[in-house]
């Protein structure tokens, strides 16, 4: 049984900085692709980053690329969200998804498995 725990959200100012962290439990982090998605209020849910599962390929959403990075620990079992320069309309719920690997990284439905998701709120 493969599960997804986020944490790390809060309350940030513009211009600030957060982290957010996914543990995997039941397969390594080398299994899948491992991605983040966000739902704003009212909103679609949209892509944010992924790393495949050999760590060595990355793409990001045009909204978030130079500002945000993915990556690992080197245990296996955890990936990470840094945001900086967080903007106003990056406030949403933060889900983390791990899919096999493969084509349309930026499809949430080639995901299998979601986290609960967690909150980012950034205030003007």
């Known amino acids: 049984q493969v599960q997804l725990l986020e944490s790390g959200g809060g309350l940030v100012q513009a211009g600030g900085s957060l982290r957010l962290s996914c543990t995997i439990s039941?397969?390594?982090?080398?299994?899948?692709?491992m991605a983040w998605f966000r739902q704003a209020p009212g909103k679609e849910r949209e892509f944010v980053a992924v790393?495949?599962?050999?760590?060595?390929?990355?793409y990001y959403a045009d909204s978030v690329k130079g500002r945000f990075a993915i990556s690992r620990d080197s245990a296996g079992n955890t990936i990470y969200l840094q945001m900086s320069s967080l903007r106003p309309e990056d406030t949403a719920v933060y889900y983390c998804?791990?899919?096999?690997?493969?084509?349309?990284?930026?499809?949430?439905?080639?995901?299998?498995?979601w986290g609960q998701g967690t909150q980012v709120t950034v205030s003007s």
């Open positions: 998804a791990a899919g096999s690997p493969g084509a349309f990284v930026s499809t949430d439905s080639r995901y299998a498995y």
């Open positions: 039941g397969r390594a982090v080398s299994t899948y692709d």
């Open positions: 790393q495949d599962r050999t760590g060595s390929f990355t």
